[in-house]
């Protein structure tokens, strides 16, 4: 895909027009300055596609012809992207969500297991928890990180494993087990040029011992031999070291993209979805509305009768309204709910997704697809019908709810039955 056609024009107009895709592959073409970053195009589709803005979408460079892809930063600039990746390069921008772009800042435990990180050498040190983010950010000192990583060999499908050591000079392996005295330390890559990118399709690939591969691609790389790559046993190593990189390469500027809102949340008109009161509904149009005005829902109600008041009263929470929450999606298959989830993971046992659907084998039932621990697993809602009314249930009857909102409520606060709590929801992206 080409994202433009010549420098000068772009140039000479200060615009380019680009395409941006959704999980489904889906593109909308638009046109944007040539100064544009990442977090500009996002809110631009967070407005066009209503989407509530809760700082995790991402735009993010897939490199089909590599095999690979990266969560482009909020502050980066499209256009010098686009430009190193070369003009005739089946490469894509994606619009999608990332709930773990910013984590680190807020569990930095989670990403820094106590084995892999220390002090330097100069400072010859543990480096405390609490101070953790903050020696990444300073210019003069920064942690340790040190590990096993397989890295593939130049021109071969055999990898070897190295003992890695990451300093704010660089990334460097060890010619001799776990020695880490500079005779021993071969550099290895710097990220003053280059970039941190997942590898998808690692064994198929490269024949990689797993599937936690990531590489360092120079910033004007656009051929695969010239990829360095490097692969983890584990999803949480390959996060650590990643994640490293990330901060060590833009350092405070992350920080600055954290703290800074990406736009004010407007409140929302909706009212409290815990509420279990009913609301006149206006079926006579073409589309149906709710009566706001008292005075108009109580003439309509004594013209029509009592009929009117059972056939278009509706306990907004119990039969309606959990259409309108973003975390339902109506009727999703399970293999496109499977495929949601996938593309808006990461799925390493830190973001927990989730998604409400409509039952393709029951359609009086709805199911709970939950992403966690690497594993996508689905929960079937049964209606539980008590002396006449209908509530719903997931652990057979034991703990009903009106509603559905009150049920993904609950689990929100308590794991139940569930292996977690909801924490995230998967949103359906329409370009």
Aim: include cysteine; charge should be neutral.
């Amino acid at each position: 895909m080409q994202f433009y056609d010549r420098t000068e024009n772009i140039l000479a107009n200060l615009y380019i027009v680009i395409k941006i895709y959704d999980e489904n592959n889906t593109s909308k073409a638009v046109e944007v300055p040539t100064d544009v970053t990442a977090l500009d195009i996002c809110q631009l589709f967070v407005l066009k596609n209503h989407c509530i803005d809760d700082h995790s979408w991402t735009l993010v460079e897939h490199l089909t012809h590599l095999g690979i892809e990266r969560t482009i930063e909020d502050h980066e600039y499209v256009m010098e992207i686009l430009s190193g990746s070369g003009m005739d390069s089946d490469n894509r921008l994606y619009f999608r969500k990332n709930y773990a772009k910013y984590e680190v800042f807020k569990k930095p435990l989670d990403f820094f297991p106590d084995h892999m990180v220390s002090m330097s050498t100069e400072t010859n040190g543990m480096v405390a928890h609490s101070e953790l983010i903050e020696t990444f950010l300073k210019s003069s000192t920064c942690p340790e990180i040190h590990g096993f990583l397989h890295v593939k060999e130049q021109s071969k499908k055999s990898w070897r494993k190295f003992y890695f050591v990451l300093r704010r000079s660089g990334l460097y392996f060890s010619t001799k087990g776990t020695s880490k005295e500079p005779r021993h330390l071969q550099f290895f890559a710097d990220f003053s040029d280059s970039d941190v990118y997942t590898v998808l399709s690692a064994k198929k690939l490269h024949s990689a011992p797993s599937e936690f591969a990531f590489c360092v691609k120079h910033t004007k790389c656009s051929s695969a031999r010239d990829l360095k790559l490097l692969c983890a046993d584990d999803e949480l190593t390959r996060t650590c070291w990643i994640t490293a990189m990330r901060l060590l390469k833009f350092g405070m500027q992350l920080y600055k993209n954290f703290i800074q809102p990406h736009q004010k949340q407007k409140a929302s008109p909706m009212r409290s979805t815990s509420e279990n009161s009913l609301v006149a509904m206006d079926f006579s149009g073409q589309k149906t509305r709710v009566i706001e005005n008292p005075s108009e829902a109580l003439s309509v109600a004594v013209e029509e009768g009592l009929s009117w008041r059972v056939g278009r009263f509706l306990p907004v929470s119990s039969l309606a309204i959990h259409l309108s929450q973003p975390w339902f999606h109506g009727k999703l298959s399970r293999d496109e709910a499977q495929r949601l989830i996938t593309h808006q993971g990461p799925i390493d046992g830190y973001v927990f997704l989730f998604l409400l659907r409509d039952s393709q084998s029951n359609p009086k039932t709805f199911v709970l697809s939950l992403c966690h621990m690497q594993k996508i697993k689905h929960f079937q809602i049964l209606p539980v019908d008590d002396e006449g009314q209908v509530f719903y249930s997931l652990d057979d009857g034991h703990t009903q709810f009106t509603d559905l909102i009150q049920l993904v409520e609950f689990y929100q606060l308590n794991r139940g039955t569930l292996p977690c709590k909801l924490k995230h929801h998967c949103t359906q992206i329409t370009l």
